[in-house]
């Protein structure tokens, strides 16, 4: 979260005061990428290149801030302005690079670029609420701090994914550390089958990765149907195990599964210890489609 201080005027009998209010700007959703090292698409520019990066498969609703970095096996360091965002969209952000005035010998051209494997990394932060922007149901003579309305995940730690209609929690059935081990439903307890950690797959999306098998949450074969069924399994770079995080307001998120576009589904409504889970289409009233990341 960051906050940001506001300062506001009141008027009193002809007597004006300063009032210092602070919001918070909280965040709907963190992606990270980078460009392919070696092949990423550099253009020519007037003194230097650029390249139009991509982040539309994040799914941002609105323009993200973007924080960029260039790598690179050789020379990228003495390259400027690859911290610099250009056209910056909820789909994108362009980059135009060119060395230090003091730095001579090489040139800068795409195909020398790729060679030396230069690329941008980037990390974007979308928030809930503009910078400076106050709650709706809030005036700056009594506004003090805005809540979260979910608890942002954060890669690298675990949680508890807890099913909004049932709230019980996803769960490895009997604590299989077997590929193939179904995932269901659960009343939720401290163990760590249904401990759940996030873990970045590039371009947006994370795998999921249950605490005590080190397994990778996955949709069946890569289905494509409507109840395919979600399972664990040895992690693999497909998009079958690779998982987008989308608001579903409340505090809860839909996990959409990457190769489908199809979201993690408790079967037919049910609430009992060990339903089902299954991807399905998303539907927007639907609270067995919806989650919240509980920290453990």
Do not use: C
């Not at 020519?44 to 973007?66: E, H, K, M, Q």
Request: charged share 15%.
């Amino acid at each position: 979260m960051v906050t940001t201080p506001l300062s506001t005027t009141t008027t009193t009998n002809g007597t004006s005061s300063s009032t210092q209010v602070t919001t918070v700007m909280t965040v709907a959703k963190i992606a990270s990428g980078k460009t392919k090292p070696g092949a990423t698409n550099w253009q020519v520019n007037s003194n230097g290149l650029l390249v139009d990066v991509d982040t539309s498969a994040a799914g941002f609703t609105r323009t993200p801030i973007y924080v960029t970095s260039i790598g690179g096996d050789k020379y990228h360091w003495g390259v400027t302005g690859a911290s610099a965002v250009y056209n910056a969209t909820e789909k994108g952000f362009r980059i135009a690079i060119r060395f230090e005035g003091d730095f001579t010998g090489v040139a800068i051209t795409p195909e020398a670029a790729n060679d030396y494997k230069w690329h941008i990394n980037w990390i974007a932060v979308e928030p809930w609420l503009e910078e400076g922007q106050l709650p709706s149901t809030q005036t700056p003579s009594t506004a003090t701090t805005t809540t979260p309305s979910s608890t942002v995940p954060v890669v690298g730690k675990y949680y508890n994914l807890i099913g909004k209609e049932s709230n019980k929690a996803l769960d490895v059935q009997g604590t299989s550390t077997a590929d193939g081990a179904n995932v269901y439903i659960w009343t939720r307890s401290n163990v760590p089958n249904q401990q759940w950690q996030l873990q970045d797959a590039g371009g947006g999306y994370y795998y999921l990765i249950a605490r005590h098998s080190g397994k990778a949450l996955a949709v069946t074969g890569g289905s494509q149907d409507n109840g395919g069924n979600i399972l664990q399994w040895t992690k693999q770079d497909r998009d079958f195990f690779k998982w987008r995080l989308e608001d579903a307001g409340d505090g809860y998120f839909y996990l959409i599964a990457k190769h489908s576009g199809k979201v993690a589904d408790v079967y037919n409504h049910a609430t009992a210890d060990g339903s089902n889970v299954a991807q399905w289409t998303k539907v927007g009233t639907a609270d067995n489609q919806k989650w919240k990341f509980v920290p453990v």
